[in-house]
Protein backbone atom coordinates (compact mmCIF):
# COMPACT_ATOMS: atom_id res chain seq x y z
CA UNK A 1 0.00 0.00 0.00
CA UNK A 2 1.45 3.39 -0.59
CA UNK A 3 1.34 5.85 1.93
CA UNK A 4 4.31 8.13 4.27
CA UNK A 5 6.11 6.28 6.99
CA UNK A 6 7.72 8.42 9.58
CA UNK A 7 10.10 7.06 12.48
CA UNK A 8 10.71 7.26 15.08
CA UNK A 9 7.22 7.64 16.59
CA UNK A 10 8.35 8.60 19.84
CA UNK A 11 11.79 10.19 20.62
CA UNK A 12 13.32 11.67 23.54
CA UNK A 13 16.43 14.05 23.43
CA UNK A 14 18.56 15.90 25.78
CA UNK A 15 18.59 19.15 25.62
CA UNK A 16 22.02 20.07 23.41
CA UNK A 17 21.25 17.24 21.23
CA UNK A 18 20.29 17.52 17.34
CA UNK A 19 18.07 14.65 16.71
CA UNK A 20 16.63 13.60 12.57
CA UNK A 21 13.04 12.24 11.69
CA UNK A 22 12.96 10.11 9.17
CA UNK A 23 9.90 10.79 6.22
CA UNK A 24 9.28 8.29 3.50
CA UNK A 25 6.87 8.18 0.97
CA UNK A 26 5.81 5.57 -1.77
CA UNK A 27 3.70 7.59 -3.54
CA UNK A 28 5.77 9.37 -6.23
CA UNK A 29 4.56 12.97 -4.63
CA UNK A 30 7.04 15.72 -5.89
CA UNK A 31 6.26 17.97 -2.75
CA UNK A 32 7.12 16.81 0.59
CA UNK A 33 6.62 19.32 4.10
CA UNK A 34 7.24 19.08 7.66
CA UNK A 35 5.07 20.64 10.06
CA UNK A 36 4.84 21.21 13.51
CA UNK A 37 2.10 20.73 16.17
CA UNK A 38 1.93 21.99 19.50
CA UNK A 39 -0.66 20.88 22.06
CA UNK A 40 -4.19 22.12 20.88
CA UNK A 41 -2.79 24.48 18.57
CA UNK A 42 -2.83 24.17 14.85
CA UNK A 43 -0.02 23.10 12.08
CA UNK A 44 2.98 25.56 11.83
CA UNK A 45 5.00 24.59 8.39
CA UNK A 46 8.67 24.53 9.31
CA UNK A 47 10.08 23.28 5.34
CA UNK A 48 9.28 22.07 2.20
CA UNK A 49 10.49 20.18 -1.68
CA UNK A 50 8.70 20.92 -4.30
CA UNK A 51 11.28 18.88 -6.12
CA UNK A 52 14.79 16.93 -5.47
CA UNK A 53 17.54 18.99 -4.16
CA UNK A 54 15.67 21.69 -3.91
CA UNK A 55 13.44 23.16 -0.63
CA UNK A 56 12.23 26.35 1.05
CA UNK A 57 11.85 27.75 4.74
CA UNK A 58 8.21 27.52 6.08
CA UNK A 59 7.00 30.25 8.98
CA UNK A 60 8.91 28.58 11.59
CA UNK A 61 12.73 27.06 9.93
CA UNK A 62 14.77 28.24 12.94
CA UNK A 63 16.55 25.75 14.41
CA UNK A 64 15.71 23.11 11.33
CA UNK A 65 17.24 21.57 9.04
CA UNK A 66 16.29 18.99 6.01
CA UNK A 67 17.89 17.66 2.68
CA UNK A 68 16.18 15.89 -0.43
CA UNK A 69 18.26 13.87 -2.07
CA UNK A 70 16.20 11.30 -3.17
CA UNK A 71 12.19 12.06 -4.38
CA UNK A 72 10.97 9.64 -1.59
CA UNK A 73 12.83 11.13 1.04
CA UNK A 74 12.86 14.46 3.29
CA UNK A 75 14.55 13.55 6.38
CA UNK A 76 14.31 16.71 9.51
CA UNK A 77 16.91 17.32 12.15
CA UNK A 78 15.91 19.14 14.59
CA UNK A 79 18.93 21.00 16.26
CA UNK A 80 20.43 22.28 19.52
CA UNK A 81 19.39 26.05 18.07
CA UNK A 82 15.73 24.81 18.56
CA UNK A 83 14.86 26.45 21.60
CA UNK A 84 11.71 24.70 22.41
CA UNK A 85 11.58 21.70 20.50
CA UNK A 86 9.36 19.17 21.84
CA UNK A 87 6.77 19.03 19.91
CA UNK A 88 4.23 16.79 17.73
CA UNK A 89 5.96 16.51 14.02
CA UNK A 90 3.82 15.69 11.17
CA UNK A 91 5.35 14.88 7.41
CA UNK A 92 3.08 14.84 4.44
CA UNK A 93 3.40 14.82 0.67
CA UNK A 94 1.25 15.79 -2.15
CA UNK A 95 1.56 16.59 -6.02
CA UNK A 96 1.67 20.48 -7.25
CA UNK A 97 -0.44 21.47 -9.63
CA UNK A 98 -3.62 22.40 -10.75
CA UNK A 99 -5.70 19.46 -11.06
CA UNK A 100 -8.51 18.50 -9.07
CA UNK A 101 -6.39 16.07 -6.89
CA UNK A 102 -3.36 18.90 -6.49
CA UNK A 103 -1.80 19.51 -3.23
CA UNK A 104 -4.40 17.33 -1.28
CA UNK A 105 -1.92 16.39 0.86
CA UNK A 106 -1.30 12.58 2.47
CA UNK A 107 0.21 12.85 5.89
CA UNK A 108 2.42 10.00 7.80
CA UNK A 109 1.43 9.32 11.61
CA UNK A 110 3.75 11.48 13.11
CA UNK A 111 6.84 11.37 15.41
CA UNK A 112 6.77 13.20 18.77
CA UNK A 113 9.95 14.47 19.86
CA UNK A 114 10.52 15.42 23.65
CA UNK A 115 13.45 17.15 25.03
CA UNK A 116 14.51 16.13 28.73
CA UNK B 1 1.24 37.11 5.33
CA UNK B 2 -1.68 34.83 4.91
CA UNK B 3 -3.40 34.22 8.26
CA UNK B 4 -6.13 31.68 8.47
CA UNK B 5 -8.59 31.38 11.45
CA UNK B 6 -11.09 29.24 12.37
CA UNK B 7 -14.44 29.57 14.81
CA UNK B 8 -15.17 28.78 16.98
CA UNK B 9 -11.96 27.15 18.51
CA UNK B 10 -14.30 24.56 20.70
CA UNK B 11 -17.33 23.44 19.94
CA UNK B 12 -19.43 21.19 22.38
CA UNK B 13 -22.60 19.52 21.06
CA UNK B 14 -25.34 17.43 21.98
CA UNK B 15 -26.17 14.67 19.16
CA UNK B 16 -28.81 15.13 16.97
CA UNK B 17 -27.82 18.87 16.30
CA UNK B 18 -26.81 21.15 13.71
CA UNK B 19 -23.68 23.20 13.58
CA UNK B 20 -21.33 25.24 11.26
CA UNK B 21 -17.59 25.80 11.80
CA UNK B 22 -16.30 29.01 10.11
CA UNK B 23 -12.89 29.50 8.51
CA UNK B 24 -11.70 33.01 7.45
CA UNK B 25 -8.54 33.28 5.39
CA UNK B 26 -6.97 36.99 4.72
CA UNK B 27 -5.72 36.89 1.14
CA UNK B 28 -6.49 35.60 -2.56
CA UNK B 29 -6.98 31.72 -2.82
CA UNK B 30 -9.09 29.37 -4.62
CA UNK B 31 -8.51 26.34 -3.27
CA UNK B 32 -9.25 25.66 0.08
CA UNK B 33 -8.73 22.54 2.28
CA UNK B 34 -10.83 20.44 5.32
CA UNK B 35 -8.66 17.80 7.38
CA UNK B 36 -10.03 15.62 10.80
CA UNK B 37 -7.67 14.61 13.05
CA UNK B 38 -8.46 12.68 16.12
CA UNK B 39 -6.64 12.69 19.20
CA UNK B 40 -2.83 11.45 18.78
CA UNK B 41 -3.52 10.68 15.58
CA UNK B 42 -2.44 11.84 11.90
CA UNK B 43 -4.66 14.16 9.29
CA UNK B 44 -6.91 12.95 7.37
CA UNK B 45 -8.39 14.69 3.80
CA UNK B 46 -12.07 15.55 4.16
CA UNK B 47 -12.80 18.04 1.46
CA UNK B 48 -11.46 19.55 -1.58
CA UNK B 49 -13.14 23.12 -2.88
CA UNK B 50 -10.95 24.39 -5.85
CA UNK B 51 -13.57 27.27 -6.83
CA UNK B 52 -15.80 29.74 -5.41
CA UNK B 53 -19.58 28.07 -4.82
CA UNK B 54 -17.73 24.86 -4.20
CA UNK B 55 -19.82 22.74 -2.34
CA UNK B 56 -19.04 19.05 -1.46
CA UNK B 57 -20.62 16.86 0.93
CA UNK B 58 -19.76 13.58 2.37
CA UNK B 59 -22.24 11.83 5.63
CA UNK B 60 -23.32 14.55 7.62
CA UNK B 61 -20.66 16.93 6.88
CA UNK B 62 -21.20 19.65 4.00
CA UNK B 63 -18.30 22.31 2.81
CA UNK B 64 -18.37 25.06 0.75
CA UNK B 65 -16.38 28.04 -0.38
CA UNK B 66 -16.95 31.88 -1.03
CA UNK B 67 -13.87 33.14 -2.06
CA UNK B 68 -15.01 36.89 -2.63
CA UNK B 69 -16.00 36.81 1.26
CA UNK B 70 -13.03 34.18 1.83
CA UNK B 71 -14.91 32.32 4.04
CA UNK B 72 -15.09 28.47 3.95
CA UNK B 73 -17.50 26.79 6.30
CA UNK B 74 -18.19 23.10 7.64
CA UNK B 75 -21.42 22.21 8.53
CA UNK B 76 -22.41 19.08 10.58
CA UNK B 77 -25.96 17.83 10.31
CA UNK B 78 -27.32 15.92 13.10
CA UNK B 79 -24.24 15.39 14.97
CA UNK B 80 -23.54 11.73 16.31
CA UNK B 81 -20.14 11.09 18.80
CA UNK B 82 -17.99 9.32 16.21
CA UNK B 83 -17.47 12.76 14.17
CA UNK B 84 -16.17 14.14 17.62
CA UNK B 85 -12.53 15.17 16.45
CA UNK B 86 -9.91 18.27 15.48
CA UNK B 87 -11.43 19.75 12.01
CA UNK B 88 -9.00 21.72 10.06
CA UNK B 89 -8.98 24.16 6.80
CA UNK B 90 -5.91 24.53 5.07
CA UNK B 91 -5.72 27.44 2.52
CA UNK B 92 -3.26 26.75 -0.69
CA UNK B 93 -1.22 30.05 -1.01
CA UNK B 94 -1.19 29.94 -4.87
CA UNK B 95 -2.71 32.98 -5.15
CA UNK B 96 -0.42 34.99 -3.03
CA UNK B 97 2.57 33.65 -5.05
CA UNK B 98 3.96 31.06 -3.23
CA UNK B 99 3.35 27.63 -5.17
CA UNK B 100 1.81 24.78 -3.18
CA UNK B 101 1.97 26.25 0.16
CA UNK B 102 -0.44 25.28 2.23
CA UNK B 103 -1.22 27.28 5.51
CA UNK B 104 -3.76 25.53 8.11
CA UNK B 105 -5.49 27.63 10.34
CA UNK B 106 -5.80 27.01 14.07
CA UNK B 107 -8.24 23.66 14.46
CA UNK B 108 -11.90 23.36 16.23
CA UNK B 109 -11.55 21.10 18.46
CA UNK B 110 -15.73 19.01 18.20
CA UNK B 111 -16.85 17.22 21.15
CA UNK B 112 -20.33 15.47 20.81
CA UNK B 113 -22.02 14.88 23.64
CA UNK B 114 -24.95 12.08 24.12
Known amino acids: DGGITQSPKYLFRKEGQNVTLSCEQNLNHDAMYWYRQDPGQGLRLIYY???????QKGDIAEGYSVSREKKESFPLTVTSAQKNPTAFYLC???????????????FGAGSRLTVL | ELKVEQNPLFLSMQEGKNYTIYCNYSTTSDRLYWYRQDPGKSLESLFVLLSNGAVKQEGRLMASLDTKARLSTLHITAAVHDLSATYFC??????????????FGTGTLLAVQP
Open chain 1, 49 to 55: SQIVNDF
Open chain 2, 90 to 103: AVDMRGSGATNKLI
Open chain 1, 92 to 106: ASGRPGTGSGANVLT
